[in-house]
């Protein structure tokens, strides 16, 4: 019995020393890899951006409206009462067409009073004639004085010229009988109409405004510390109804004087080639653009932190995208962008995010967006 119990205590002791040595092992292990973990760096993702050169240019824009290089008051040539209005504002009209009338009654009548007039010295130069012809008869037989046939000569002269300024004033009574029918003298479009039947106007009044069909420009006013570096800057043409699609265009025009109320200066910009959707009074913005040459990089003004009280951003080494400080030159600001003059090199990549809360060494992973 005794020798039984001693057998047991033995096994349980040699279990129990067992069970200590797999208890030791397993704690050695979670120490051994406790103690490794830190030693593994965290590779942080960061959202990066590829450098891309390209040649600064600085543009400025300015409101504008599309307007007619050749825009004409016309109006009728004799003064009369209207008596029709054929045309509207934004028809189109085509050289010889009738655009408003006069009543004609008083010109005809001055035409027919003109034509007795000139029946009259007709008949008067006739009879002047007539007797020329007979004393030049009596001269030559010595019937007659010298002076009473100069006499003669002169009185038929006289009624000559009578007749042929009788015959100017009909042709202009004639003329200003076509004059009572206002008609186009090129193609356009009518931007504006001042008369109405019944409306008696005078010679040379305004009567209709009429746009020239073909070449169209923007008009802007331009700040007196820029008009003068408009020559030399490319020019184009926005339409605001048709953002993001430019029309070229080229300075004909830049009024000598500013504008006495917004010191600006009018500049008239011809459009080259305009689409046919391009309207009279559109709304358009002209922008004035000016090549400075040196290449610069557009990054997102997130991108830059600072070093040693200078801008720098974080750019990628390869081939282990280990993060390294660069400094760099900023040649501008555009609005949420930053023009990067120099510091950095075509096709580098440069960190764009979380730019506070990375170290220099520090090995990154690039982030790529989840496709939806």
């Known amino acids: ?48 951006a590829t450098v891309a050169l390209e040649p600064l240019v600085d543009s400025v824009r300015y409101p504008a409206v599309i307007r007619p290089r050749v825009e004409a008051d ?45 029946a009259a010295a007709q008949a008067d130069a006739a009879n002047a004639r007539s007797d020329f012809q007979r004393y030049a008869s009596l001269r030559q037989g010595e019937w007659t004085t010298r002076q009473e046939y100069d006499r003669r000569k002169t009185a038929l002269d006289k009624a000559d010229s009578k ?36 409306q008696v106007v005078a010679s040379g009044q305004t009567a209709l405004r009429v746009a020239r069909l073909g070449a169209l420009e923007a008009v802007a006013n331009i700040p007196e510390q820029q008009v003068g570096a408009l020559p030399s800057q490319q020019l184009s ?6 953002p993001g699609r430019s029309i070229a265009g080229s300075l004909r025009e830049v009024s000598p004087s500013a504008d006495a109320g917004t010191r600006t200066f009018q500049a008239k910009i011809a459009l080259v080639d305009p689409p046919p959707t391009v309207q009279l009074g559109m709304t358009a913005t002209v922008i004035a653009a000016s090549d400075h040459g040196a290449p610069v ?8 932190t ?30 949420d962008l930053a023009l990067i003059g120099g510091g950095l090199k075509d096709g580098e990549r440069v960190v764009t995010a979380g730019v506070h809360k990375l170290d220099a060494g520090q090995k990154v992973r690039v982030w790529t967006e989840p496709a939806r």
């Open 297 to 304: 990089a557009r990054l997102p003004l997130s991108a830059l």
């Open 163 to 198: 007749v042929r300024e009788v015959e100017a004033q009909l042709r202009v009574l004639n003329n200003s009988a076509q004059y009572a029918t206002l008609a186009a003298d090129e193609a356009g479009i009518v931007t504006a109409t001042l008369i109405e039947p019944g």
């Open 306 to 335: 600072q070093h040693e009280q200078k801008p720098a951003v974080w750019v990628l080494s390869a081939p282990d995208d280990r993060l390294e400080l660069r400094p760099v030159t900023v040649a501008a600001y555009a609005g």
């Open 237 to 242: 043409v926005e339409l605001w109804s048709h």
């Open 1 to 48: 019995m005794a020798q039984f119990r001693e057998r047991r205590f033995a096994s349980t002791v040699t279990a129990t020393a067992a069970m200590l040595a797999v208890a030791g092992l397993l704690t050695g292990c979670n120490e051994t890899h406790s103690a490794s973990a830190p030693a593994e760096a965290e590779v942080r993702p960061v959202r990066v």
């Open 74 to 118: 016309v109006g009728f040539r004799v003064g009369g009462k209207v008596t029709a209005r054929l045309v509207e504002v934004g028809t189109r009209i085509e050289p010889g067409m009738p655009l408003a009338r006069l009543d004609p009654t008083d010109l005809e009548l001055q035409i027919r009073a003109a034509q007795a007039q000139l």
